[in-house]
Structure formats: C-alpha cells, structure tokens
C-alpha cells in the first residue's frame, strides 16, 4: 500500500537518491543544495502529482509538466526557453535521453517496504 493502510497492509516509502545527468548518469547532483532554486518537473506517470510533491518536500520551487503515463515524448516536451534546470523521474530520463541536454536531471528513486506483522507470520522461517 503506498499511503495511508491498516493493520494488514505492508506500506511503502519512497528513498531520493543523489539526482542523474541524463546524458551521463555517473554524473551525480546532491538534491539538498538546489534547496530554494526554480526547476520545471517533468513526470509522465501515474500519479505525477506525487513526483512533484516530493521535489517541494526538498525545498525546490517548481514548475509543474505532467504528461499521461506512458508518454512518448519529444523534444519540445522537455526543452523550455530559459536556464532552469529540469528534472524527470528516472522512466521518464530513458525515453528522453536521445535529445536531453546537460539541463536534464533525473531523480532516481529507491522503495522501502515495511511488511506488516500479519504477513510476516505467514512467511515460513528458514
């Protein structure tokens, strides 16, 4: 369950790791020091409003570009007429990267699942 949950249900969370140069994802960014900078947000998943939440959670101001799950895009959907950068989640960064530039970011993501007791009682121990 990714939200609130009951008893029975094993939650989630999300863990940010150090934001990726599209271009070069060795190239990596720490999120903690763009704290009050302007970014655009690109997301083309299921709930997008969930990815840019997240980057306020961090303290950046953003300029929201939600697009359907799935989105093919193009290069026109990531490319905007000023220096901010932009940043993507990391499904979004593989469809772009043919025509990203060094502005382009992608924020690798990691999930934590906690289990609840219930089901661990289900698992066999070993």
């Known amino acids: ?28 960014y720490d ?7 302007t970014v655009h947000a690109v997301a083309g998943i299921g709930n ?31 490319q905007f007429n000023d220096d901010l950068l932009v940043i993507m989640t990391e499904k979004d960064a593989v469809k772009c990267q043919t025509f990203a530039n060094q502005q382009h970011l992608y924020l690798p993501i990691e999930i934590e699942v906690n289990f609840s007791s219930q089901l661990l009682s289900l698992i066999p121990q070993t």
């Not at 961090?58 to 290069?75: E, I, M, R, S």
Request: proline share 8%; net charge positive; with cysteine.
């Open 48 to 78: 997008p409003d969930k990815f840019f939440t997240c980057l306020r959670n961090k303290g950046l101001t953003v300029h929201q570009h939600p697009f359907p799950d799935h989105h093919n895009y193009h290069p026109e959907n990531i």
């Open 1 to 28: 369950m990714n939200g609130s949950h009951n008893k029975s249900e094993n939650t989630m969370h999300y863990l940010t790791k150090p934001l990726c140069n599209v271009l070069d994802n060795q190239e990596l």
């Open 31 to 37: 999120l903690t020091k763009l704290r009050g900078q």
